[in-house]
């Protein structure tokens, strides 16, 4: 988060008024304040407030406004109008059915980002029948992703691999050694975890799978173990402090903890000259670590990609969330090792070519 941040607006909830006034009093305020969607915005506050869902919300519309419940109420109102996110106000945000926690230590968790999830289960059930060890279902009540449209670009195929000089430089012909241990777990590795949303969701939907979540930041690290921790699967979960894929870099250790089946990562792509331009909410309350990419928001991209050809065997699935208008640079960025024959983009729900997945047989 930035400096920015405008002091919270001073909101007072009138007295005497029922439950849905006191909403309606609030989206008003919050209206002239320049919020987005300020109703929906009230309604999460409130149902927050008061501990409600959103029927009973409705059930209750016409009840007194708890008396004891105004000055939090009339705090969080006044957070939100000066910009701040509501899940950071609420502390948590649902993510492919899983309530997680957030803070402002971590980015909030997108939808478009259940897609990249969507695409790695897909990818792996493809590669890996039988092995995900059971799912669970997602929780009732929160709609499934929808299906994705893709986008298949296959990598032209290469006579070998240029560089030679690079650390194992046959990387591309061997595969990890994890998932030829024919019963052991397969081992997936979450580059920049935030939150832990893509590794717990992962871990959930997969109980046969074993996975490391690294991040830069002992906050955001703190914040995913505790989701682990809340959805039971913290003992499969390695949260490690680290750069990118450094953790499993050349010289990281034994070659066998290293070795990586699936490498994930939704990690910073705005182009740093763009940060100043974004929604305040993003802006001046989501931590910047999280959001630059670097001159042109490719660096992270780069540098995970020379990385990935560093570890003792290559990944059989390598999937990046992107910027807009960056997939088919990082696409070409992963068809120049010449490791993954298989190279897909695919959209999200607004058609934006959204998430790169590199896989090989």
């Known amino acids: 988060m930035t400096d920015r941040r405008r002091e919270a607006a001073r909101f007072e909830p009138a007295e005497g008024l029922t439950i849905g006034e006191a909403c309606l009093q609030a989206s008003s305020f919050l209206a002239g304040c320049g919020v987005s969607e300020p109703r929906e915005n009230a309604e999460r506050l409130l149902m927050h407030a008061l501990g409600l869902d959103r029927a009973a919300l409705l059930r209750d519309w016409r009840e007194p406004m708890p008396a004891g419940r105004l000055a939090e109420w009339a705090a969080m109102v006044g957070r939100k109008a000066a910009g701040e996110p509501v899940q950071y106000i609420t502390g948590e945000q649902w993510f492919y059915g899983l309530p997680l926690a957030v803070s402002p230590a971590v980015l909030i968790p997108r939808p478009e980002t259940e897609l990249l999830v969507e695409a790695v289960l897909e990818t792996a059930d493809r590669l890996w029948p039988g ?78 799978w074993c996975l490391c979540a690294t991040d830069l930041s002992p906050d955001a690290l703190a914040v995913a173990k505790a989701n682990a921790e809340r959805h039971g699967v913290s003992d499969r979960i390695a949260f490690i402090r680290g750069d990118l894929l450094e953790p499993f870099a050349a010289g990281g250790g034994d070659g066998d903890d290293r070795a990586l089946d699936i490498v994930v990562s939704n ?95």
Not at 287 to 314: E, F, N, V
Not at 344 to 354: L, N, P, T
């Open 267 to 361: 990690p910073p792509y705005i182009p740093s000259s763009d940060l100043p331009g974004l929604q305040r909410e993003v802006r001046d309350y989501e931590p910047r670590l999280a959001l630059d990419g670097g001159a042109d928001g490719l660096d992270p991209y780069r540098r995970m990609t020379a990385q990935l050809r560093t570890l003792p065997s290559a990944p059989r699935i390598v999937a990046f969330e992107v910027g807009l208008g960056q997939a088919r640079d990082v696409a070409g960025l992963l068809d120049a090792t010449g490791l993954w024959p298989d190279i897909r983009i695919v959209r999200d729900y607004a058609g934006i070519e959204r998430h790169v997945i590199a896989s090989a047989p």
């Open 131 to 208: 092995r995900h060890g059971g799912a669970y279902p997602r929780v009732a009540g929160t709609p499934a992703p929808q299906p994705h449209a893709a986008d298949r670009s296959p990598a032209r195929p290469r006579a070998g691999n240029a560089g030679t000089s690079q650390p194992h430089a046959d990387i591309d012909s061997s595969r990890s050694r994890v998932a030829d241990a024919g019963t052991a777990r397969l081992r997936v590795a979450d580059i920049g975890t935030g939150s832990g949303a893509i590794a717990v969701t992962l871990a959930v939907q997969r109980p046969g």
